[in-house]
């Protein structure tokens, strides 16, 4: 911090007291300041340049704007800064713009609200589709799974595991079931290598599944269950594995009419409708059944993808 003889006469103007009171409520930037302060830009900027000279303000980028605010002082300058700001607020209630000063910042953050505000009503209803700097659905991904508790889990129809390895970063234990022995033999090897202890990977089938009765926390059948023989019984599976207040996780293709999928992709059954989902999870004993529509794909034949989740009581 600068002497106290060259801070007081840093502040000895009444521009440069408007300009560190308005900027002890608000970090703004020098248009935004030029607005309040109703001045010319060259004199807004020369005011910012000797308060920053005299170490009473700091500066940030932001975007293509420069924004000030008040500088933090040094641990042994803390006494003598706040009685500096003490006098500045005496300073202020001399000075007659300054009650304009606080109306126009109050219009000046509106403006900026109202901003920001445009920006994200103009990508309403198509948020999903629009792109964010730094946005992904990994990023989610990877912030949901901080948030789940330490489970067992069971991928039901698992593949080579792409999901089972983003849940056993979490999970107490993933078990990964696929019923192609050359599937296990590669997600086991892939889980070795990446040092996933807690992910093992068993062959079996949806409809009976190696895993013991009431020992799992969370059933997840993503994108397997139209592979099945048998949805209902795989389903119905499903629940005799979960503990009471376990859960189940269901998603797969909304019904559709694309009947090559069943000779491009093996599929069994062309999806199910949300009344079939619906009613398979009730049957097998599932409460609190809820099922959504949470994707259309853009390219022909616009596969949608059909959310489903219920409750072991």
Known sequence: MSSVLNLLNCVSDPSRVRVLLLLRREELSVAELQEILSLPQSNVSALLAKLKAAGLLKDRRSGKNNLYRIAEPAKKDKTAHEHLLALI????????????????????????????????????????????????????????????????IAD???????????????????????????????????????????????????????????????????????????????IRAAFTILKPGGRIVVLDLLQHTFEKARDLYADVWLGFTEAEMHEMLGAAGFQCVETSLVHREKPAPHFQTLLAVGEKA
Do not use: C
């Open 89 to 152: 607020e005496a300073a202020g209630a001399e000075i007659d713009e300054t009650a304009k000063d606080a109306t126009a910042l109050k219009i000046a953050l509106q403006k900026r609200a109202r901003t920001a505000q445009a920006y994200f009503d103009a990508l309403a209803g198509k948020f999903g589709r629009h792109y964010i700097p730094g946005r992904s659905w990994k990023g989610l991904a990877e912030m949901l799974l901080k948030l789940m508790p330490p489970l067992v």
């Open 156 to 234: 039901l129809g698992a593949g080579e595991g792409t999901l089972s390895q983003l849940l056993a970063q979490r999970a107490k234990k993933v078990i990964a079931v696929d019923n192609s022995s050359k599937m296990v033999a590669y997600g086991a090897d892939l889980a070795k290598k990446h040092g996933f202890k807690n992910l093992e990977y068993r062959l079996g089938s949806l409809e009976q599944p190696p895993i013991p009765p009431g020992t799992v926390d969370l059933a997840i059948l993503s994108q397997a269950l139209h592979h099945a023989q048998n949805p209902a019984a795989a």
